[in-house]
């Protein structure tokens, strides 16, 4: 399997929360029954999962790599892909404060929730479509193949030394259970 099919992966399982995100933001708007908490686990999976396993993967490995062969850090399509994992920060800050709000009978930051849920969802549905069609084939061309299994191994560093054992299945199980309130 190549570095970039890993994460690619990963942004179908971030893809789908994205699409419970923006099914809770209308119910929130429509009236309908949804829970504060509801946008209180999805800033979690978004912060442990998202940001966390996932683009440490990509920030502290695979555009590093990247760097090392030649992109700019600060400025191209690696500065972009970190300018816009920095926005998506900046919603996810925002979503969650607002469904405390919410949770804490502050009606008035009901909008401040679905703006918030809306921006994160439009921001990182199109970010990921520029990950998977242009920097990771751009990724592919650029490191040489014999690296690919180095890159793969910080992969895993990522996943066992910061986030921990069994910390990526409970957050697909997060996932699944966000799906399943918002179905
Ligand atoms: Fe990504």
Redesign the pocket.
Known sequence: MKATEI?MSE?RVIERVITSLEAGAARLENGAAIEPAFFLDAADFIKGFADGC??HK?EGVLFKTMVDYGMPSNSGPVGMMLMEHEQGREFTRGMRAAAQKLKDGDASARAAVIQNARGYAALLRQH?QK?DGILFPMADRIIPQPMHESVIDGFERVEHEETGEGVHEKYLALAERLAAEVK
Do not use: K, N, T
């Open positions: 994460l942004h996932h683009h990509e990921i990950e």
